[in-house]
């Protein structure tokens, strides 16, 4: 029977691996074949896409001659970085992302099975299986960034402190390196938020532990901290001399007005997340899934078993610390969460740094309840099967022109591409034109900002001048309706004669039409 059982795990372990195997696969798939859709990914791809251009590793450009304020660089380094070695294409910008995030499911792991071997599998697999995290993991944003700098520092700061037999003043030096590499990150991701959220929690477990004299002599802080100043501060002192305001901007714009003020109007690069207070809360329920579903029920039907060799608060799989841990986690996942509780704006993605510290917490409590068996894995594999299906039904989504053109104007650039190509004069090709709006951001990326904006009509065909030009609009009856009554006010008696300019509809993409505006006849 008991080897029976033992065959039961392990052929539930391999049917683990091949599901997590599966998820990748489509994950790598999804990020080769889907565009960057806006607003996010595609304004940070094409931001990173100009630093390759430009060869400007300083200052974020959010358009040629407009700098970005709003992110540090980190994040748009590892795109670009990547754009550089490998070309401008989706997958490319997407492989750094998508690295780190593997990177902390590894970490996530390994800190579960420091505390019980058994847990390491459940630990990487039920946080890769985090929808968001999954959707996130392989995507051009800041978050999964964010993330590794929180899990670093806090993992770091655990390591050094958790052998209470070290001696006093003993420095663990690949913990502190762990703690203070963190930071950097963190601050080089999403500025002084990175250093406020696990100072917030480290202060709290170490006043409640009474650790405070360990904390100050197992890490190197004074060291510590001028090496964090020394490798992040220049790029702050950097953008600031080539952009005066920046740190305004970033600090108290970013930062505080942000956090305190509902529907802030003072952001240049984006819009307002305004939400109701609590409501990332709600962000985490629907961020967990189908954890957050999947769970309860199995912990319901749970409720009467305990593992024999493991109760909460003993036992032979009992480690040192273990309390301390425990609240440490509970500290981890809670503080982020609560600091955004009371925030005015926040988005689903900031659930993202309490995901790896309620992932162990929650593989803690399951392996100390249940253990690592059956009823866990089959559980567990449920829920990266409907991560499975769930993620092939959205690719398959995500592939329809006809659904996608209303999140991305790649197909309005590919159908522009296509036909300036065909009716291309001697000189250039004709010009794209956004009439009564900038570019979008998609629009930039995948015509490699040569798209122009117009104000409206008028200024569109100032831009044209005599040439033809391409119009994007997502008011094209109005567009042609203009462009009917100019051919009629400088045609009539009495009037400036100019060459009437026809307009007509090469195609609707999404919101947006795409409109040719034929070249003045001479």
């Known amino acids: 029977m008991e080897e029976s ?9 391999r049917l683990t691996w091949a599901l997590l195997g599966l998820l990748l696969l ?4 999804a990020m080769a074949v889907t565009p960057y859709f806006d607003t996010t990914e595609a304004r940070y791809g094409e931001i990173s896409r100009k630093m390759v251009e430009m060869n400007d590793w300083i200052t974020l450009w959010f358009d040629y001659g407009d700098p970005y304020l709003s992110k540090p660089p980190f994040a748009f380094w590892l795109t670009a970085l990547s754009f550089k070695l490998f070309g401008v294409r989706e997958f490319v910008g997407r492989l750094p992302h998508l690295l780190i ?6 970490m996530v792991g390994w800190l579960a099975g420091r505390r019980d071997r058994d847990a390491r599998l459940p630990a990487g697999a039920l946080l890769f299986g985090i929808f968001l995290y999954f959707v996130l993991a392989g995507a051009v944003m800041v978050d999964v960034e964010f993330t590794l700098a929180l899990t670093m520092s806090m993992a770091g700061f655990w390591l050094a402190m958790e052998d209470r037999e070290r001696p006093p003043g003993a420095i663990d030096w690949p913990a502190a390196g762990l703690f203070f590499g963190g930071l950097v990150i963190g601050l080089l991701t999403r500025g002084p938020i990175a250093v406020v959220l696990p ?5 709290l477990w170490t006043v409640w532990y009474r650790r405070g004299r360990d904390a100050w002599q197992r890490l190197p802080w004074l060291g510590g901290t001028l090496a964090t100043l020394a490798l992040s501060l220049p790029w702050y002192v950097l953008t600031e001399l080539h952009t005066p305001g920046y740190l305004r901007y970033f600090i108290i714009g970013e930062h505080f007005q942000r956090y305190l003020i509902p529907g802030w109007t003072g952001d240049r690069f984006g819009f307002a997340h305004k939400v109701p207070i609590g409501m990332v809360w709600v962000y985490a329920v629907l961020g967990t899934l189908p954890w957050s579903v999947i769970l309860p029920i199995s912990l319901w039907r749970w409720h009467k078993t305990r593992s024999p060799d493991s109760a909460d608060g003993g036992g032979a799989t009992a480690v040192p610390d273990d309390r301390a841990w425990r609240d440490y986690l509970l500290l981890w996942a809670l503080v982020p969460m609560v600091f955004f509780t009371f925030s005015a704006q926040v988005n689903i993605p900031y659930v993202m740094p309490a995901l790896p510290a309620l992932t162990l917490l929650t593989v803690r409590w399951v392996v100390r309840r249940v253990g690592t068996g059956q009823p866990v894995m089959r559980a567990l594999n449920i829920g990266l099967a409907f991560d499975l299906l769930l993620s092939i039904a959205l690719l398959r989504v995500a592939m329809m022109p006809s659904a996608m053109a209303y999140r991305t104007d790649m197909y309005l650039v590919r159908a522009y591409q296509q036909a300036a190509t065909q009716t291309a004069s001697d000189s250039s090709p004709a010009p794209l034109i956004y009439v009564g709006r900038r570019p979008t951001f998609s629009g930039q990326f995948y015509s490699r900002a040569r798209a122009r904006g117009a104000e409206g009509p008028e200024q569109a065909l100032a831009l044209a001048g005599t040439h033809s030009a391409y119009l994007a609009t997502t008011k094209p009856e109005a567009v ?3 462009f009917d009554d100019y051919n009629k006010a400088h045609s009539g008696p009495g009037a400036a004669a100019q060459p009437p300019r026809s307009v007509t509809l090469v195609g609707r993409y999404g919101i947006r039409s795409l409109l040719f505006l034929a070249e003045s006849p001479s």
């Open 5 to 13: 059982s033992s065959e039961n795990v392990s052929r539930s372990h």
């Open 26 to 29: 489509v994950r790598l798939i």
């Open 101 to 106: 995030s593997l990177a902390i499911v590894a």
């Open 199 to 203: 100072a917030m929690t480290l202060v």
């Open 480 to 482: 042609i309706a203009w």
